[in-house]
């Protein structure tokens, strides 16, 4: 069984950072795209950032030079550093996995979801 576990979230005040983590088992996602997704109360899922088998990465424009995506390969391991958060950050963040490449936005192409993870910005 394929699952992707997000851990990480939380409260935080604006201009302070938080670290989330996607744990994938059932799979080897080494050479999958793998993404980051949010979406607030009342609007559609976004995507925040992604990042190929080959390290190529992309971000939405609202979080460019803020957040940074990565992955541990090794350990199936997926990472979202947030720093300088704002309140419209606030959100219900979401990880997913794809096989296609290269890696978009397009939330179709994405196969596999974790169950989200909470990050609130006051």
């Known amino acids: 069984q394929v699952q992707l576990v997000e851990s990480g979230g939380g409260s935080v005040q604006a201009g302070g950072s938080l670290r989330l983590s996607c744990a994938g088992s059932g799979e080897t996602f080494r050479s999958w795209c793998m993404g980051w997704f949010r979406q607030a109360p009342g609007q559609e899922r976004e995507g925040v950032a992604n990042i190929d088998s080959d390290g190529s990465t992309r971000y939405a424009d609202s979080v460019k030079g803020r957040f940074t995506i990565s992955r541990d390969n090794a350990k199936n391991a997926l990472y979202l550093q947030m720093n300088s958060l704002k309140p419209e950050d606030t959100a219900m963040y979401f990880c997913?996995?794809?096989?296609?490449?290269?890696?978009?936005?397009?939330?179709?192409?994405?196969?596999?979801w974790g169950q989200g993870t909470q990050v609130t910005v006051s």
């Open positions: 997913a996995a794809g096989d296609f490449w290269p890696c978009s936005r397009t939330r179709a192409l994405y196969t596999y």
